[in-house]
């Protein structure tokens, strides 16, 4: 039951601390992956340099959530190239960090800006909508499929403030609104294309360290019952399963891979 070989999946946000780990992992179980990214983060660069020094097959393709004509491009490009859609993850995100890089300043919610809000939403939420929306319809032609959605904690349960206390970053509440929306528009489409075959489930990761300042990271750890953030390799067992016939009669559902964050 689980078998990858020869599976097409598209991972967006694919050159990303997450979206690399996922792209190797799933090649190296012979699926063809496609890396998609923004242009400026090189997919095609590094998908053709992880394809020749390891013997993946990934492929790199450039996308933009932002813009509804390069999604709907995309698959035009897969469906051409590989005639199938087997497996798409919804992982690309505008994040803190990824906000940051584009210098913009963490504010007060009172001080927040309208056009972070809208971003967010853009890409978080909006962008998970058009891929599945396009997915689906290469799925439905050959069979079926599989739509993982990544979420968060943050799209589930409030953030613990504190631990953002003097930190030049902080939790976005454009970020957990986007979230908490991918969680109903996962049911809405489980059960909209469960008679189609196309299976549709979040992942809700905890927080993966990256380069965190160490008081973040230790206070981070210290809310957390594993006693420590998570490491990409950490969400890669739960994307193996929802990728392949393992979790065939899963559908609509949230899988936690939080180190028991949310049960506290």
Not at 38 to 59: D, G, M, R, V
Request: hydrophobic share 40%; proline share 2%.
């Amino acid at each position: 039951m689980f078998n990858l070989q020869d599976k097409v999946i598209l991972v967006t946000g694919g050159t990303g601390l997450l979206g690399k780990t996922y792209c190797k992992e799933l090649a190296s179980q012979g699926a063809i992956v496609i890396m998609a990214d923004l242009k400026e983060t090189k997919p095609k660069i590094i998908a053709e340099k992880l394809s020749q020094n390891e013997s993946l097959k990934i492929f790199g393709m450039e996308l933009d959530l932002s813009y509804e004509d390069q999604i709907i491009e995309i698959f035009k490009k897969i469906n051409l190239e590989f005639g199938k859609m087997d497996v798409v993850i919804n992982n690309a995100a505008a994040t803190g960090e990824h906000l940051m890089r584009e210098g913009v300043v963490f504010t007060s919610f009172e001080d927040s800006k309208l056009a972070i809000w809208e971003k967010n939403l853009r890409v978080n939420l909006t962008g998970v909508y058009l891929v599945s929306r396009e997915a689906g319809k290469l799925m439905i032609n050959s069979g079926g499929g599989s739509i993982i959605n990544i979420s968060s904690t943050y799209g589930v349960v409030g953030p613990d403030h504190r631990i953002y206390q003097d930190m030049p970053f902080n939790s976005l509440a454009s970020y957990a609104a986007a979230k908490a929306g991918v969680h109903g528009l996962t049911r809405w489409l489980a059960t909209y294309w469960g008679e189609k075959g196309i299976r549709v489930n979040t992942i809700v990761p905890g927080g993966v360290e990256n380069n965190h300042d160490s008081e973040f990271v230790k206070r981070y750890s210290e809310r957390t019952p594993l006693r420590r953030m998570a490491k990409p390799k950490d969400m890669v067992g739960m994307v193996l399963y929802l990728s392949s016939d393992l979790s065939s009669y899963s559908t609509g559902q949230q899988y936690f891979v939080d180190g028991g964050w949310t049960a506290i």
